[in-house]
Each structure stands twice: as C-alpha cells, then as structure tokens.
C-alpha cells in the first residue's frame, strides 16, 4: 500500500499517543501532537478509515487497525535506527538529529532498512534510550524510572530521555547530562523541587521538571 509522507505521520503519532497514554486517541490530541488544524485531522483520518489502517468513531476517538500498527512501527523502527547511524557513524550530536531521521524514515526499501539494521549490529535502543523494534514490531523492554524517584544517597544509571526537543537535549548537554553517566541524588529542594545531585561525582543542580524527563536505571 503506497501512503503519502503526511500520512506516515499521522499513523506514527497515532501510535505514540497511543502509547503514552495507553487509550484511544481525540482529534484534538492529534492536532496539537502535529501542530495543525482539527478540521485537516478529521479529514485525513477519514482518508486512513478508508484504508482500513484506523477506526475513527466520533467522539470515541481512534486507534490503528493491525496493519495501521504494522506500519507505524515500521516507520518508527526506521526512524530510530537511522537517529542511530547519525550519532554513531557520522559524528552527529543527539540535539541534532531528529528532523534529519524525520526525513529518512520515509524511505521505502525494506532490503536498505535491514541491512542498515544489520551494519548498526541490530540496536536495541536508540541515542535518546527509545527502544527500537525488530523485524518483527517487538520492542526490548526494560526497568527504568524518572530521576525524579531517586532518594537522598541513591544511585542510578541515565539510561534515556523522556522529550528528544534539541532545546531540552542541548541543556542536558550544556549540564553534562547524557546517556551511559551516573547520577547520585544528594538533596532535593521540598519548595522548588529541584534536585541536588552528582553525574559522574560532579556535583551539578537541576530542576525538577528536567530530572522528571529523565530515565534513569537503579545501580
């Protein structure tokens, strides 16, 4: 089935709402996850009902049929894997490829997919801590929880991100925070929320709305 590049998007953002909040998806959730108009999202989800790669109820919302699920997987294992290759081949900072890997994940050869897949040495996760699924749509799924749960004098590994947003994956930079580091919570501020804490022994201040958007493994 040939689907236009628009149309790629919307199934990718239907699965990742989807995800995240574990329900059906509003009109209006997709309209603000895209930044558009209600109207174009109400039209283009008659369009892919059409194509039977989503229900659409008014006022219940959507959600991917099993081949609508199939290719949005499809496009976010694509997308994920060349995020990979940007970081790990060519020297790109973490900040810097997202918009780039949006671009790539629309190419259509499967045979290119696998043997990038292949040549990367099949990752799991990709330079943000998002898993990236197999061949198969499977996902490696593991232990991990915000920063933010950490408690005075407890250690864990920075093992992703919540929001890949280069804004917010800049600060991490500029703070010396990315995946693969060590983070020991000292203090945290019961007024503001902010965390005290250590990345790498070097003691750093963050606040609290950074920290809840990273994922961290307990060591």
């Known amino acids: 089935m040939e689907l236009t590049f628009t149309e790629e998007n919307y199934l990718k953002a239907i699965l990742k709402l989807s995800l995240s909040q574990d329900k059906t998806v509003s ?41 609508g699920n199939r290719i949005a997987t499809r496009i976010v294992r694509k997308h994920r894997l060349w995020e990979v290759f940007l970081v790990d081949s060519l020297g790109m900072k973490w900040d810097e490829i997202h918009d780039i ?56 590994l920075i093992i992703g991100v919540r929001e890949s947003d280069p804004p917010f994956l800049k600060h991490l930079t500029e703070k010396g925070i990315s995946i693969g580091k060590n983070a020991t919570l000292l203090t945290r501020d ?29 060591i």
């Open 190 to 218: 019961q007024f503001d929320q902010s965390i005290h804490l250590t990345i790498d022994n070097e003691p750093l201040s963050i606040s609290g709305k950074v920290a809840q958007n990273i994922w961290i493994k307990i």
């Open 27 to 67: 009109t209006n959730e997709i309209a603000a996850h895209l930044k558009t108009a209600a109207a174009s999202v109400t039209d283009m989800l008659k369009k892919l009902a059409e194509k039977e790669l989503i229900h659409y109820q008014r006022y219940r919302g959507v959600w991917l049929t099993e081949e």
């Open 101 to 156: 890997a949006e671009e790539l994940e629309h190419i259509k050869s499967d045979l290119l997919i696998d043997r990038l897949d292949s040549f990367l040495g099949s990752p799991k996760f990709d330079p943000h801590g998002d898993p990236i699924p197999n061949t198969q749509g499977k996902y490696t799924l593991r232990s991990q929880l915000p920063l933010t749960e950490l408690q005075p004098g407890q250690s864990g």
